[in-house]
């Protein structure tokens, strides 16, 4: 626990969802205690348990795709980021295998998904981030292609996303937004 402490009294970072990937410098956010683990959380029960503008950070890496409600979560995460601060995210592209080969998971995403969080495109909620910056990753390790297929859907991602080139599975979209 005074691990957990000395890492608060600098800036706040937090990791949400970290399970065995644990950030250091961050506060390592998880469901189940694991080794690394600096505080159990249930992403599901809101509020959680930080302050108002209090977090200069937040990184939440393949966890949206598993919760009932993504936009209560990214209301928790605006709530509790100071303003300039930044939010990392990266859920599952909707083309990829990995999105709906685990039972858990309730959702893929595309490229626009977090859009309806950014000013001033939507009126769903009264909060907004205020900017975005997104990219969609292909796995390289054993597709050559994707070498030459990820920087064109990155140019065009809406063109790839309705075209056949959705072939060409992407495996995530990586997304920061701004408060």
């Not at 859920?91 to 990995?98: Q, Y």
């Not at 893929?108 to 309806?116: A, C, E, M, V």
């Not at 997104?134 to 140019?155: C, D, H, M, S, T």
């Amino acid at each position: 626990m005074m691990n957990l402490w000395s890492k608060m009294a600098k800036k706040l970072m937090l990791n949400f969802g970290c399970g065995n990937i644990q950030k250091k410098g961050y506060i390592n956010i998880d469901l189940h205690k694991i080794p690394g683990v600096d505080m159990v959380l249930d992403m599901e029960k809101y509020p959680y348990p930080f302050k108002d503008n209090s977090a200069d950070k937040i990184a939440c890496e393949s966890v949206l795709q598993f919760l009932d409600d993504v936009g209560k979560t990214m209301e928790e995460f605006h709530r509790i980021l100071k303003p300039g601060g930044v939010l990392f995210v990266h859920v599952p592209h909707f083309t990829s295998k990995n999105t709906w080969k685990n039972p858990y998971q309730k959702r893929g995403f595309s490229y626009n998904t977090l859009d309806f969080f950014q000013k001033p495109k939507y009126y769903y909620t009264d909060w907004k981030f205020t900017k975005i910056k997104r990219k969609l990753v292909f796995g390289k390790k054993y597709a050559f292609w994707n070498w030459i297929i990820e920087p064109i859907a990155n140019l065009f991602p809406i063109l790839y996303e309705d075209s056949p080139l959705r072939i060409f599975p992407a495996l995530r979209i990586e997304v920061w937004l701004w408060k």
